[in-house]
């Protein structure tokens, strides 16, 4: 079956704008999970969704960050006044439950590079 | 707090010899503890996970890992390497505790090699 997608697969941007990362889980998955990997870094937490709702979002490194998943299926991650440090590429996993025995299975990834 | 230490940068090995990559954790609780495997311009790839029970876990593509608890070590195994085997892996580690979340964490991967 389909695996976990996301769009873009690469983003550029200026600065200081505003840019939105889709997560497509895969179908029947009630966990969601967004991670940052920088450059020679292992990916780091960033939050969890249970369903609609953000059950763990203190990997979030600012207010800048925020994401939604308003019918427990998409998610998307939104950055505003992006900054040079946000680059880095972004990882959506999702598993079948919230326990913790679950594996999380990842997508490709979103490049985004901010210029 | 969890964390994962990959003391190796990189690993190099020839085609055919064993593979070893090693991972040390540390939980406040007992841990969930997997290996994930990443190809260039791809995402991660789950190769194996231990849970509870037989300290030897089996996985995709010939590796193994061994949960040493004493040690608090996972290392990844496999007896005869191939040149397809080269990637980054990535150990990662949740705590039992439901407390800590459901969130990974993970190392900060070792690059293979394996060489024809």
């Known amino acids: 079956g389909a695996g976990v997608s996301q769009t873009p697969s690469n983003k550029v941007t200026e600065k200081g704008k505003y840019v939105e990362l889709r997560c497509d889980p895969i179908s029947g998955h009630t966990a969601l999970y967004w991670y940052r990997q920088s450059l020679g870094q292992g990916p780091e937490f960033l939050i969890y969704f249970q369903g609609t709702g953000a059950a763990d979002d203190s990997g979030l490194p600012n207010d800048r960050f925020f994401a939604v998943r308003p019918e427990g299926s998409v998610s998307t991650l939104k950055i505003q006044r992006t900054e040079r440090g946000d680059s880095a590429v972004y990882l959506c996993?999702?598993?079948?439950?919230?326990?913790?025995?679950?594996?999380?299975?990842f997508g490709p990834g979103t490049r985004l590079t901010v210029l | 707090a969890q964390s994962v230490a990959q003391p190796e940068d990189q690993v190099n090995v020839a085609e055919g010899n064993p593979l070893t990559v090693k991972c040390t954790y540390s939980?406040?609780?007992?841990?969930?503890l997997f290996w994930y495997v990443q190809y260039p311009n791809r995402g991660l790839q789950f190769l194996l996970k231990y849970i509870t029970g037989d300290n030897l876990v089996k996985g995709s593509y010939g590796f193994e890992a061994e949960f040493n608890k004493s040690q608090t070590s996972f290392h990844l195994k496999k007896p005869s390497a191939l040149v397809s085997d080269s990637a980054l892996y990535f150990c990662?580690?949740?705590?039992?505790?439901?407390?800590?979340?459901?969130?990974?964490?993970f190392g900060g991967g070792t690059r293979v090699l394996v060489k024809p």
């Open positions: 990662a580690v949740r705590d039992i505790n439901k407390a800590a979340g459901n969130k990974l964490t």
């Open positions: 996993a999702s598993s079948p439950q919230s326990g913790g025995r679950n594996e999380q299975f």
């Open positions: 939980v406040s609780g007992n841990p969930y």
